[in-house]
């Protein structure tokens, strides 16, 4: 059971450039969320989708752009790079019902130089 | 906004000893709360959740209590270990509210041996 997997780990990227962190799911899970993880902000809902072709913006969604033409992937695009988007950022899946538990992934290390 | 505000940042316990951590939200609408453990390099995992109709829930070592007059609620480690040590994280959610959870800012527990 590989449960919720991110893409890369670990990422160093310059100021400007596009970035995509990848997220995969295999319990067909319907919802998706993407999250920071900031010192002091705790995590900080960025976008989510309650199914594929589904998305809505979080807290903080400004910079980032998501997909999902699958059930199973949610990926995370940074258009243009910024120093402020150095940050830890999960993944997580629920099946959306009352209550239901939200599986994190272990989480993508994202350094904008 | 910080809809749910946590304390202490960060706590020192030792082994055997009672840890506590507080949280409050503002939004009455709130009406899952859940607490999840991060340790380093990973993903936060659900520890337990409690729902405001219960003012207490209790998983082995760990308990949650809640005041709903008060809009607040507490996790209490009893007899804490040093696998204990790590990050813990309260939240809430509106159920029906597209499982959108909004964290505290986070505890970094330590419990010395």
């Known amino acids: 059971d590989a449960g919720i997997t991110q893409s890369p780990r670990y990422k160093i990227t310059e100021t400007g450039r596009q970035v995509t962190l990848m997220c995969h799911q295999t319990w067909s899970h319907s919802y998706m969320f993407w999250y920071r993880q900031d010192l002091g902000h705790g995590l900080r809902l960025i976008y989510y989708s309650a199914a594929a072709d589904i998305t809505d913006k979080g807290e903080v969604p400004d910079g980032y752009v998501v997909s999902r033409s699958k059930t199973e992937n949610f990926p995370l695009t940074l258009e243009s790079a910024t120093r402020s988007q150095t940050s830890v950022y999960f993944c997580?899946?629920?099946?959306?019902?009352?209550?239901?538990?939200?599986?994190f992934g272990e989480g993508s290390w994202l350094t904008v130089v | 906004q910080q809809q749910v505000k946590q304390s202490p940042q960060s706590l020192i316990v030792q082994k055997g000893g009672i840890s506590i951590i507080n949280c409050a939200y503002e939004?009455?609408?709130?009406?899952?709360f859940p607490w999840y453990q991060q340790f380093p390099g990973k993903g936060p995992a659900l520890l337990i959740a409690i729902r405001p109709d219960v003012s207490e829930k209790k998983e082995g070592r760990f308990t949650i209590s809640f005041n709903k007059s008060a809009k607040q609620f507490s996790l209490h480690i009893m007899d804490s270990q040093p696998g204990d040590s790590a990050t813990y994280f309260c939240?809430?959610?509106?159920?029906?509210?597209?499982?959108?959870?909004?964290f505290g800012q986070g505890t970094r527990l330590t419990i010395n041996p």
């Open positions: 939240a809430a959610l509106i159920n029906g509210r597209a499982q959108k959870l909004v």
């Open positions: 997580a899946s629920s099946a959306g019902d009352s209550g239901n538990t939200i599986y």
């Open positions: 939004n009455t609408a709130f009406d899952y």
